[in-house]
């Protein structure tokens, strides 16, 4: 597949998503049905979409049938929470569930005006599958060579990971001096991670936007030790904390072990 066809898949996916999120009432169903049918169709998409509709480690039916009104909870490993809300929408497309349905039985909106169900939907689930999603196309597009013309492998594509298949696939040269330098980078995030909290904690910021900050760093922690780093959208992140203390030369020593 040609680097340009895949710059433009995610351009209209995002355009899509742009679009269910706006949606209301006279739309919310169209607007999913168009972004459910491209991800289905798209040469690109359905490498994307199989991996989420796929993925051996969750189980829809007994997710689903495990949460109880007001206290619906997603997976909070990255790659099953992905699959669960895209499974979910993709069975509300189907109609194998009633999206207002779901919203009276799992949760607490507080009217009952579908335009309000439908935003709460979008909130709890459209919202933060299509941020997470972004920053994992964003991974790709930073992988991607310059020329639209150019071909790009399918090994790409992957944004769901499994413990036993990612590693091996990327192993140069001698095994030991691999799983080495995967330890020492290990061990060096671990140290300027702690040494990053250490310093938002330490700012003369209110404590609402430390608690803040932290719980960022720790999203941002966790898409670094992932089998593949998600670089692209830890450096996004970080350059959003305070530019105070050593905040701003931590994060970059942070970028830099990732680049290296």
């Not at 607490?108 to 709890?124: C, P, R, S, Y």
């Not at 599958?129 to 790409?156: A, H, K, M, Q, W």
């Amino acid at each position: 597949m040609k680097a340009g066809k895949i710059r433009r898949s995610i351009q209209r996916f995002e355009d899509y998503s742009r679009d269910l999120i706006s949606s209301d009432m006279n739309s919310f169903e169209d607007r999913l049905n168009l972004l459910i049918s491209y991800c289905k169709s798209d040469a690109f998409f359905q490498k994307i979409d199989e991996q989420l509709v796929y993925n051996k480690s969750v189980t829809f039916d007994s997710w689903y049938v495990s949460n109880r009104r007001g206290k619906l909870s997603f997976p909070t490993n990255l790659d099953d929470r992905l699959s669960i809300m895209y499974q979910l929408l993709c069975r509300i497309n189907s109609k194998d569930i009633s999206y207002l349905s779901f919203c009276c039985e799992y949760l607490v909106v507080g009217t009952n005006k579908i335009d309000a169900h439908i935003f709460a939907l979008n909130e709890i689930v459209s919202e933060p599958l299509f941020r997470e999603l972004g920053y994992r196309l964003e991974d790709i597009e930073d992988e991607l060579p310059s020329g639209n013309s150019d071909e790009v492998t399918s090994s790409i594509f992957q944004i769901i990971h499994h413990a036993d298949n990612v590693i091996q696939q990327n192993i140069i040269g001698d095994g030991n001096n691999q799983n080495a330098s995967i330890t020492n980078t290990n061990n060096e995030l671990d140290k300027l991670f702690s040494d990053l909290k250490t310093e938002i904690n330490s700012l003369e910021i209110s404590q609402e936007e430390i608690q803040e900050n932290i719980e960022l760093v720790i999203v941002c922690e966790d898409l670094a030790k992932q089998e593949k780093p998600k670089k692209g959208a830890v450096k996004r992140l970080l350059s959003t904390l305070p530019a105070l203390g050593s905040v701003a030369s931590i994060a970059s020593a942070i970028t830099a072990v990732l680049q290296a």
